[in-house]
């Protein structure tokens, strides 16, 4: 990969959004103040987005919408595999399936992991910055949504790795998992939720869907700048859930692999 210039253009672009979105936060509240927004009679520059360790929750939830880029990066090095034959070549020539596996496994992981350490650098800069709030015991609190964060982003580039093994079109695969991810089960999830003639038995499905359970992981935090109730922690019950999914996707890209006919 480190020669392929697309898998660097993605890296890049998703380095520059996290940081567009974790460092303009602050540029974006006086653009509203600018416009005569305001929240409630609150001037919107006053709003605490960077207050420790509120911050933690407020950027690992924007930034999880950045990790589609990600898995843009998985379904290109996958799928290529296939396209350029490469794969193929390398089973003739004594790679294990298995070997494999560990190899998209561990670039997965490496992704994860360099995201994670990028949000969280990103957070501790802009904290330590612009945070009205003192002392280590502070900064240091709510680090859980880090480690949910890291959790998010392995468990949808494993979701990822065993759609595009299933279907390696990339073109097809990424156009796909954008629109399933931003759109479809996302508005399917709010019509079940919202529609008045669904049964209540099946409204609490939607917290285990494969993709809202990865939203629900860390809640919308914004509420409480309104002065709303608000979840300013990890629930045991949604880890569980996005932990079983993990399975469920280790799972499925080692039964479709060993299945695959290459």
Not at 9 to 34: D, N, S
Not at 251 to 257: A, D, K, M, N, T
Request: charged share 15%.
């Amino acid at each position: 990969m480190k020669n392929y210039r697309p898998f660097w253009i993605l890296v890049i672009m998703y380095i520059v959004v996290v940081i567009l979105i974790t460092c303009g936060g602050g540029l974006f509240l006086q653009f509203l103040k600018k416009q005569g927004a305001d929240f409630n009679g609150i001037d919107p520059t006053l709003i605490p987005l960077y207050d420790f360790p509120d911050i933690w929750q407020n950027m690992t939830y924007l930034g999880s919408f950045c990790k589609v880029i990600l898995g843009f990066i998985v379904v290109i090095s996958v799928a290529n595999e296939e396209s350029f034959r490469t794969l193929r070549q390398n089973i003739i020539d004594g790679l294990s399936k298995q070997e494999f596996l560990w190899s998209k496994l561990l670039l997965i992981l490496g992704l994860s992991v360099g995201a994670t350490i990028l949000m969280f650098l990103c957070a501790l800069l802009m904290g330590s910055l612009y945070s009205s709030s003192g002392g280590m015991q502070q900064v240091f609190q709510s680090m859980d949504f880090i480690w949910a964060y890291f959790l998010i982003l392995l468990t949808y580039l494993c979701f990822c790795f065993w759609v595009t093994l299933l279907l390696p079109r990339t073109g097809l695969v990424i156009v796909g998992l954008f629109l399933y991810t931003i759109i479809f089960e996302p508005f399917f999830a709010l019509f079940l939720e919202n529609f008045p003639y669904i049964s209540d038995f099946i409204r609490p499905s939607t917290a285990f869907f494969p993709v809202r359970s990865l939203y629900n992981l860390i809640p919308v935090p914004f509420s409480k700048f309104l002065l709303r109730e608000f979840q300013e922690f990890v629930s045991l019950k949604e880890t569980m859930i996005v932990i079983g999914w993990l399975g469920v996707n280790l799972f499925l890209c080692r039964l479709i692999l060993h299945r695959k006919d290459w």
